[in-house]
């Protein structure tokens, strides 16, 4: 497809059932932005072409610092977590906006980096434990400075860690796999925020721990042992883990929502409707999977209600109770079975499989889904694409909706692999690239080289234009973007630098501090005049 077409498909797709503009302050500021820019022209961005070398390249009019690395101390017991993704920044104070909580998901750790396990021997129980830790998430505490840079502020009474080590409780009426609590969270990928300001982490690769079972003749059997080998040490069941966690702030307090289901979820972003009930979109990371939706039956409730499954050819969404269906009835004993074995009951009632649902935003000016579909290589789908869903009415409780792909991957448009996406202020759309580092500067993704940020205009002579305005250091890929609440400052995480690196002496990368320095994943803040001219658009 050439480029003067998508362009011309994503900008028709901007002003479709488009809100007046006069009328969206609070739809555009949400919970935690505290602005809305006035009514300029938007500058000319001119973006960076894409780039191999092992640095955090920005382009002209945009800077970063680091707030936090992998190994920080964070309390005088707790420290930084790895592989940092997903992030959202929480005020502690609505009318003080430079400062607050940063949550940060630590998806997974490289062994060879955490424990010092190389694979020539077998991983000790202590080596398990120090992988465990470094795994979870963390809160920690962060202002501006006078000179604009956020700092950590170490030691804060809010600063804590949630890991794979956390005792966290199931929200359900009955026992997940014979127990109320499951010892810890892993896999935190993407995540979202409640409209009451908790944190929403989400368990996406879980079967690479304890690893999974399947049923045959109604009983449990091995699918697949977990890749880091924890279960050698520790036999925690595999149903406790693919939940989608909540995790408050203010006590880090957590609990597994089981009305959500269990997959490989990648993100969970709620709408709160008129009436203060929730609908929760949400997509299961891998590919040939499903996209998923919970309506609640009472206000600001994740347990009661009804979880739905996307029927893209049908344009419809197929409900998953337990109660109402004779196939999930003929298939599965009771709904937390359903719950439980969610790949396989949405599946049965006519989900569409997807080319790896990942995140989900909902458009601040039209309301539409946005749904990133990032590969689908069993059908020779290298480049993926973004997915629009027009709920109908723009009701997001509504049970039928339009959809069409309005931006596909491809050296046409310059991107590949669309990952996280936020949208900022002015409604500007950003969105991060997941080129798996196996993969990466070959063929098909040569052209691509190192992963990378885009930035999409929503007015003005580049709306539709897909820019880069970030590229990533080597083996890595920038995750979690969130936007602190005046705009000026994009909150950024640097995720698996030096990921493919074969021992510490074969080092592909020194990220963040050069020379022969070992990588660390870290989270920066993005500033800078072109960030502050964006801003200009309304």
Same mark, same amino acid.
């Given at each position: 497809m050439k480029k003067s077409i998508q362009r011309r498909t994503f900008l028709e797709f901007l002003g479709k059932g488009a809100l007046s503009l006069s009328v969206t302050p609070t739809l555009l500021a949400g919970k935690f932005f505290t602005s809305i820019p006035t009514n300029k022209d938007l500058p000319f961005v001119k973006g960076i072409k894409p780039s191999d070398k092992d640095i955090l390249k920005l382009a002209n009019g945009l800077n970063f610092h680091i707030i936090a690395r992998w190994g920080d101390s964070i309390t005088p017991t707790e420290t930084f977590g790895f592989n940092n993704d997903f992030t959202a920044f929480i005020p502690l104070d609505d009318s003080? !906006?430079?400062?607050?909580?940063?949550?940060? *998901?630590?998806?997974?750790?490289? %062994?060879?980096?955490?424990?010092?396990?190389?694979?020539?021997?077998?991983?000790?129980?202590?080596?398990?434990?120090?992988?465990?830790?470094?795994?979870?998430?963390?809160?920690?505490?962060?202002?501006?400075?006078?000179?604009?840079?956020? @700092?950590?502020?170490?030691?804060? !009474?809010?600063?804590?860690?949630?890991?794979?080590?956390? !005792?966290? %409780?199931? *929200?359900?009426?009955? %026992?997940?796999?014979?127990?109320? @609590?499951?010892?810890? #969270?892993?896999?935190?990928?993407?995540?979202g925020v409640t409209p009451w300001g908790t944190i929403l #982490?989400?368990?996406?690769?879980?079967?690479?721990?304890?690893?999974?079972?399947?049923f045959k003749n109604g009983e449990r059997v091995p699918a697949r042992i977990g890749d880091f080998g924890w279960y050698k040490h520790y036999d925690f069941p595999p149903e406790h883990y693919g939940w989608v966690v909540e995790v408050d702030p203010k006590t880090g307090q957590a609990q597994k929502h089981v009305a959500l289901g269990r997959c490989a979820h990648e993100c969970a972003t709620i709408k709160e409707l008129e009436d203060g009930r929730l609908v929760v979109y949400t997509g299961d990371d891998a590919i040939n999977q499903c996209l998923y939706k919970f309506i609640s039956s009472k206000p600001g409730s994740l347990s009661e209600g009804t979880l739905y499954v996307a029927n893209i050819l049908l344009n419809r969404w197929e409900s998953l109770n337990y109660e109402e269906s004779p196939v999930l009835q003929k298939l599965f004993k009771n709904q937390t079975e359903v719950l439980i074995r969610l790949r396989e009951a949405a599946r049965s009632i006519g989900g569409t499989p997807l080319d790896r649902p990942e995140d989900i935003e909902i458009d601040p000016i039209n309301g539409n889904v946005l749904v990133s579909l990032t590969n689908n290589t069993s059908v020779n789908n290298y480049y993926g694409s973004i997915l629009k869903i027009e709920e109908e009415n723009n009701d997001h409780a509504a049970l039928t909706f339009k959809s069409e792909v309005y931006l596909a991957g491809g050296v046409e448009t310059g991107f590949a692999c669309p990952d996280n996406m936020a949208f900022d202020l002015a409604g500007n759309l950003w969105f991060t690239s997941d080129i798996s580092g196996s993969l990466m500067n070959k063929e098909p993704y040569k052209e691509f080289k190192n992963n990378g940020l885009f930035f999409v205009p929503r007015k003005g002579a580049q709306a539709g234009e897909v820019i880069q305005v970030a590229s990533a250091p080597t083996d890595a890929e920038l995750t979690g973007p969130w936007f602190a609440p005046d705009g000026k400052t994009l909150f950024l995480s640097v995720q698996h630098p030096g990921e493919y690196s074969l021992s510490m002496n074969q080092l592909t990368s020194h990220w963040p501090d050069g020379g022969e320095a070992i990588p660390k994943p870290a989270v920066v803040a993005i500033q800078g005049h072109l960030l502050e001219e964006i801003l200009q658009l309304y």
């Open positions: 003080n !906006p430079d400062e607050g909580l940063l949550w940060v *998901n630590h998806e997974y750790v490289d %062994p060879l980096f955490v424990s010092a396990f190389d694979g020539s021997a077998e991983k000790t129980k202590e080596q398990v434990e120090k992988e465990q830790y470094n795994v979870g998430g963390s809160f920690i505490h962060i202002r501006k400075k006078k000179n604009g840079k956020w @700092e950590m502020i170490e030691n804060a !009474p809010h600063n804590r860690r949630i890991s794979g080590r956390t !005792p966290i %409780p199931f *929200n359900w009426e009955e %026992p997940i796999a014979g127990k109320t @609590e499951a010892i810890g #969270t892993l896999g935190n990928c993407s995540g #982490t989400c368990e996406e690769n879980y079967d690479q721990y304890y690893g999974e079972r399947n």
